[in-house]
């Protein structure tokens, strides 16, 4: 096994074990009950459709970490995709995303109420899942933008590997 295929082995098991811990946290947040926020005696809410929008993205993850650990095209190209997509994270007035499979590492500066930027330069590491998306809802008071510099690694590591020609050994022809 060449390098280039250990490094996407390694992105792959990030995918697939930050693919697993994000569905039992949804799985354990629907037997738990998870409060009123999501769930209403009657109806379903666009809190419900994000639940489990994130429960299928994390079934999504397993899948992909499973294909680009066996060295498939469409493996290695989604997985660069759903790395990609973990890059930005930002709190807004309007609008909140983020959401991580596997490992975050997050420089961010903290912004104040009229958006400049304030002495406030934080960082954030996650191992395992989160996931947090808001649009036109209740405005908060700390506003933020960063990078999860984990995914732009392993967009960067994994796009190297998938340009690179994978060179057959003679031990693994016979």
């Known amino acids: 096994m060449n390098q280039h295929d250990r490094t996407t082995r390694v992105f792959a098991a990030v995918l697939a074990i930050g693919g697993i811990f994000g ?5 354990k947040a629907l037997y738990w009950g998870i409060g009123e926020t999501y769930f209403r005696p009657v109806g379903i809410g666009v809190g419900e459709f994000l639940l489990f929008g994130f429960a299928g993205l994390f079934v ?7 294909a680009a650990w066996q060295g498939t ?3 290695r190209r989604w997985a660069v995709i759903l790395f ?4 930005p994270v930002f709190n807004m007035p309007a609008v909140k995303f983020w959401w991580t499979s596997g490992v975050s590492l997050v420089p961010y500066i903290t912004l104040g109420a009229d958006f400049r930027p304030t002495a406030n ?9 989160s996931y947090s998306v808001r649009l036109f809802g209740r405005a ?13 690694l392993a967009v960067i590591l994994l796009v ?5 020609p994978r060179q057959i050994r003679v031990e693994e022809v016979f």
């Open 23 to 27: 569905v039992v946290s949804i799985a």
């Open 60 to 66: 999504w993850t397993i899948d992909t970490g499973v």
């Open 73 to 75: 095209p469409s493996g």
């Open 84 to 87: 990609a997509s973990q890059i």
């Open 121 to 129: 330069l934080n960082f954030s590491w996650l191992l395992g899942a």
């Open 140 to 152: 908060t008071e700390q506003y933020f933008i960063g990078a999860n510099l984990f995914a732009v």
């Open 160 to 164: 190297r590997a998938w340009k690179r």
